[in-house]
């Protein structure tokens, strides 16, 4: 049977490469102390996009940026309605008291995973701050949260989905939408 899908191009490769410059340009102006930030993944593409980030910071600051993981699955309020996945350890590098965190996810929709996912964080410590960074954001917020960084803002449906592909893993880069 084949696939009726329809893909739609949000970003193209050079888009998405000019928005993850812009996107690092604004995390120096807003962070003073980088020596402070830790760039926090949520699974499974903000892992891939923190790892990303990373190197652009780097390169353009010459600071090496911490990095880590924080899976909020087991703090989901809706566990029963999106199902579960296979778990992604948590790895935090560093204790995060007085850390500037930066919670980094590709989409942003309802808003429940970044408040699954800032729950977790805050069993680890408490920090400094906190922020987020998406590379998308579609809109149809039931919490009120809003990303600090965002890559994009675009109205969807839903019944479409939002993908960030990354040549490091799919070999491809772009940002799409498929519609269903």
């Not at 003073?32 to 760039?39: F, S, V």
């Not at 960074?133 to 960084?149: A, K, N, S, T, Y």
């Amino acid at each position: 049977m084949p696939n009726k899908s329809k893909r739609i191009v949000i970003l193209s490769q050079v888009e998405l490469r000019k928005t993850l410059s812009r996107l690092t340009s604004e995390i120096i102006e807003k962070v003073k102390n980088l020596d402070n930030l830790l760039l926090v993944g949520i699974p499974t593409r903000g892992i891939n996009l923190a790892e990303v980030l990373e190197k652009e910071l780097s390169y353009k600051t010459g600071t090496k940026i911490r990095k880590g993981i924080i899976d909020p699955t087991f703090y989901r309020d809706d566990q029963n309605r999106v199902g579960t996945r296979l778990i992604q350890a948590t790895d935090i590098p560093t204790p995060i008291e007085k850390q500037e965190i930066l919670l980094i996810d590709d989409v942003i929709y309802t808003g429940r995973t970044i408040r699954a996912a800032m729950d977790a964080l805050y069993s680890w410590g408490r920090p400094k701050r906190v922020m987020l960074l998406v590379m998308i954001d579609r809109g149809f917020r039931e919490l009120p949260i809003q990303p600090d960084f965002c890559g994009k803002k675009i109205t969807t449906s839903k019944n479409e989905n939002i993908h960030l592909r990354l040549n490091d893993i799919d070999k491809e880069e772009g940002v799409f939408i498929e519609q269903l």
